[in-house]
């Protein structure tokens, strides 16, 4: 979860890929030296759950060990995972595994 002045609305970042692992910006101690990562927002997160977007849906249902920090809001979002799941995901999941076969047959 992003500092309190992100997830307040007080800055906005909706989706975040790179450049939080840059030394002295101090912002997400925790992702220091963590070269794959992506952050979202809290209101990005749940709409993409709420599209059943497969990547996110994912995320809920990793191992404990898997979470490099976990907070509160984090660990409730998971404990509701099962009820994430709607009829949306078949829609969902065909969709990105076809873009996928899409891909891979245009290289």
């Known amino acids: 979860m992003a500092p309190k002045d ?5 800055k906005s970042v909706e989706q975040k890929d790179r450049g939080w692992d840059e030394p002295g910006t101090g912002l997400f101690p925790v ?11 809290l209101r990005k997160f749940l709409t993409l759950v709420y599209n059943n977007n497969p990547n996110i849906l994912e995320l809920l249902w990793l191992d ?7 907070s509160p ?3 409730r979002l998971i404990s509701y995972r099962q009820a994430f799941i709607s009829q949306k995901i078949r829609a969902s ?6 873009s996928q076969i ?3 047959v245009g290289h």
């Open 6 to 10: 992100y997830y307040l609305g007080f």
């Open 73 to 75: 809001v984090g660990k």
């Open 102 to 104: 899409v891909r891979l």
């Open 64 to 70: 404990a060990d898997f979470y490099l920090h976990l």
């Open 31 to 41: 992702l220091d030296n963590v070269k794959d990562c992506v952050i979202y927002e």
């Open 93 to 98: 999941f065909a969709g990105y595994a076809y």
